[in-house]
């Protein structure tokens, strides 16, 4: 006896109809569907683990891109470290020197210092700017005695200031010999505030050794082109040796003097540019820097074969 449903129809021919009605419903869709259905059915396990294996990959990847992203992302600049220090950082008044090449000099320059701390200890320091920097025969100029150059290109009697105890006074120098100021005036500061600033400088200097000579070097003589008329440096000048002489461990050094043509403006044939000495300038300094140098006692000999930083 065949079984019936509640409605008296034989289960046999409605699961009959049921599966002609599926199979007419099938011929309606599209034959890439089908197909792209039938191959779901028998490979969906393979495909769900293989989906699984990609998101891993996948995720991996994201991870590792993201590390190397973090990783080649440049560390931010610390200033007064990796860059030069920002105009709030620095002591005294006037003007700073700004850019990307000052915080690049500044930052290789003291880089270089610091690794030559312990070799330039008791030397005699040269501090002051490019003037400073760029004397690159120093060691052979002064082949007598250890000396050590603390110049960086660009920089003011603020930065001075701002570097002094850890680039200069932490070395215990046996003297030092300062040449600071023409960057001040080539960017517009009152020559009052220039000696505010010196006089820090100075200040610090007695009160890390009242005994250690400090040699202060005049402006040199520049030209109003470079945004440095005479009158302006002759006026820091005079200023300065009044500052100078409250400090009896200093001497003055006259370079001011032996540079300057009948206006007060350097001479082309030693300032080609008529802002950095060349060899004949530096000659010139170093004749007006030797006699002082010889007056004062006890300075450092030069180790053989040592050049300064």
């Given at each position: ?278 060899a004949a300038g530096y000659a010139k300094w170093a004749a007006a820097l030797e006699p002082i140098l010889r007056e ?14």
């Amino acid at each position: 006896m065949r079984a019936r449903d509640r409605g008296g129809i034989p289960l046999a021919d409605e699961f009959r109809g049921a599966r002609q009605r599926r199979i007419r419903l099938g011929r309606s869709i599209p034959a890439d569907v089908r197909e792209g259905d039938a191959m779901n059915s028998t490979v969906t396990g393979k495909q769900t683990g293989d989906r699984s294996w990609r998101l891993l990959i996948v995720a991996g990847w994201m991870v590792v891109a993201g590390a190397a992203s973090l990783a080649q992302a440049p560390a931010e600049l610390r200033p007064g470290v990796d860059r030069a220090p920002t105009a709030e950082m620095l002591p005294g008044r006037g003007p700073v020197q700004r850019g990307d090449w000052f915080d690049k000099v500044w930052s290789q320059r003291r880089a270089e210092f610091r690794a030559r701390r312990e070799a330039d200890r008791g030397a005699i320091v040269f501090l002051g700017d490019s003037i400073t920097q760029g004397w690159n025969d120093l060691a052979r100029r002064f082949a007598q005695w250890k000396c050590a150059n603390r110049g960086i290109s660009g920089d003011t009697t603020r930065g001075v200031l701002y570097r002094l105890q850890e680039d200069v006074l932490d070395l215990d120098p046996a003297a030092i010999v300062l040449l600071i100021g023409t960057n001040d005036i080539g960017l517009g500061a009152d020559p009052e505030d220039v000696v505010a600033n010196l006089r820090a400088i100075l200040e610090a200097c007695r009160k890390a050794n009242p005994k250690m000579p400090v040699i202060v070097c005049k402006v040199m003589p520049s030209h109003a082109s470079r945004q440095r008329p005479a009158d302006k440096i002759q006026r820091l000048n005079a200023r300065v040796d009044e500052l100078v002489r409250e400090f009896p461990q200093c001497r003055r050094c006259d370079t001011w003097t032996p540079f300057a043509d009948a206006e007060g403006n350097a001479r082309p044939e030693e300032f080609p540019d008529l802002l950095h000495p060349n060899a004949a300038g530096y000659a010139k300094w170093a004749a007006a820097l030797e006699p002082i140098l010889r007056e004062l006692p006890g300075l450092p000999a030069a180790a053989p074969g040592q050049k300064p930083s």
